[in-house]
């Protein structure tokens, strides 16, 4: 580790391990996705918004086969929803106050 920053560098291998990376289509998410499979992981990216996706490298940074999920009308209940953010804040102690 540099100093008292991590780095992407100081990631060590990740070869054999599979990634889930939520979010993945820009920002922190696509960062996240680009450093896991440049350290040899099988990286699975779930996007809310397909058409944003390029891929680390632009338009032909996709590799594999991607395959459209789509999801179902549990994904969508607003009850079980508010019961994974309330333990979401409960577990890390951040309140959103959303």
């Given at each position: ?24 289509n ?49 994904s ?23």
């Amino acid at each position: 580790m540099a100093g008292n920053r991590w780095t992407e560098a100081d990631v060590p291998g990740q070869s054999g391990r599979v990634v889930l990376v939520t979010g993945a289509n820009t920002g922190l998410g696509l960062e996240t996705a680009r450093v896991f499979a440049a350290r040899g992981a099988t990286v699975v990216i779930a996007c809310r918004d397909t058409g944003q996706y390029y891929g680390p490298s632009g338009p032909g940074g996709l590799r594999g086969h991607p395959v459209l999920a789509r999801s179902g009308p549990a994904s969508h209940d607003a009850a079980a929803q508010a019961r994974l953010w309330a333990e979401s804040e409960r577990l890390t102690g951040i309140v959103y106050g959303l």
